[in-house]
DNA sequence: CCTCAATGATTGATGGGTCAATGAATGGAT
DNA sequence: ATCCATTCATTGACCCATCAATCATTGAGG
């Protein structure tokens, strides 16, 4: 029945929209650390060091957001920033000693956090739950960004 | 092997985020209206008249949010509010007749919407999809705040 | 050399969310 | 009848995200 299958549909976009929701705020109280901050220092744990555009295109977010995130970083002595000399409109972001410490133990418990998260979900069960986000996740990215109504 | 199966669910975790937030702004521009906002006045739609702890708990948002939702709606003639007669705490909220007809039309957007989003995806796929995300939502419900770190 | 378009970072305005504090109304215990 | 705890709604302070505008820097073409 068409009606079913759509009310259904509706149910479980309001399922993902309810798990983001539920996990985002229980995920910073576990972590103490907002996610997408730990996305971007994540990155940084990886590269050494790295410009803001790049970071920006790796985690997905808003420059300006990168830069209000790294500011306070800056502030709070886990991150420093250079120009790069050789072009100075690009400013380089590194780990600090002391920031890659704090990240280490950060991801301590994003991994306690992730295990609960899938608790009770087999290897099998997540590759195909991996497999539908694939394609849910393609399909979003090809809609169209249409006029609005009015 | 361990470290692999942790690095595929941290993959998961970024895809249920990411999908959310590509989804979020995608859904609004398409619909011409949030996506909590739509869920609310949806509610709304089912049930005549209702108070707005009623609504926050349907909806699940911090009342403080319903509240401003509220009172926006109202400026713009979309809903009414009028106190409990019966008891002055309590505020019952209504669509006005344009509100309805407005959201008749946002539902319209919204099923096209949806429909994209589900797009080459089978019934029994979104059955499964269903189950495992009840699943993680409700793992997600579970796990207990705990003392941030510092 | 000088202009000008392009690029990277920043800032301001705005929207949406939470928590904590507050105000108003209610109802039960003494 | 009065006090007090509770409940609902609201407000203020804050965080985080986006978009649009701006600033500084760069490099290419006249």
């Known amino acids: 029945m068409l009606t079913n299958s759509y009310q259904e549909q509706e149910k479980l976009i309001l399922q993902l929209n309810e798990i983001y929701r539920q996990m985002s705020p229980k995920f910073e109280r576990c972590t103490g650390i907002s996610q997408s901050r730990l996305e971007l220092l994540h990155k940084l744990m990886e590269v050494d060091e790295i410009n803001q555009t790049e970071l920006r295109h790796q985690v997905n977010i808003d420059s300006a957001a990168v830069t209000r995130h790294l500011k306070q970083l ?77």
């Open 74 to 150: 800056d502030e709070k002595g886990v991150v420093t920033r250079r120009k790069n000399p050789e072009d100075n409109r690009v400013t380089f972001v590194k780990l600090t000693e002391a920031g890659r410490k704090k990240i280490e133990r950060y991801c301590k418990e994003k991994e306690t956090f992730i295990k609960q998260v899938f608790k009770g979900i087999s290897d099998q069960e997540r590759a195909v739950l991996s497999d539908l986000l694939t394609r849910v996740e393609s399909n979003v990215k090809d809609i169209e960004d249409e006029q609005p109504i009015e």
